[in-house]
Structure formats: C-alpha cells, structure tokens
C-alpha cells in the first residue's frame, strides 16, 4: 500500500507519461499496489482498483510512501 504526498497525482493507463490520463489521485489517500515496474529512473506502480483495472498506473517515485 502507498500513500499520496503530493496534492495530486495522475492516473496513468500505462507505466510512464505517455500513456493517457485516466483521472487523478490526491493527497493522503491510500493505495493498494498490485505490481512495479521501472520507466527510466521512475518506479510505477498498478492500482489494484482504478478507472480501468488492470491498466490503471501511477508514479511513485517522489509521489508516494509505503504505509501497511
């Protein structure tokens, strides 16, 4: 599980900027996290629920702490 630090944060429908936003996050909601992956120096991270499970990715490098 992850939470946001940052006011907001983009729901991605794929691991890397590129990929269409599908909505937001916001700050001090928590996450679960289904799987990571690294794009270039960034970590992602899949949402266990989003807009489009499955294909539902946000950045968590600088974005986001592990909470249990």
């Known amino acids: ?11 991605r429908k794929g691991a890397g900027i590129g990929y269409a936003k599908l909505g937001t996050v916001k700050k001090n909601e928590v996450y679960t996290i289904v799987r990571e ?5 960034a970590t ?3 949402l266990k629920k989003g807009p489009i499970v499955g294909s539902s990715w946000i950045c968590l ?3 986001t702490k592990k909470v249990k």
């Open 44 to 46: 992602w991270g899949r």
């Open 1 to 11: 599980k992850v939470k946001i630090t940052t006011s907001s944060l983009n729901i």
């Open 61 to 63: 490098t600088g974005y």
């Open 37 to 41: 992956t690294k794009v270039g120096n």
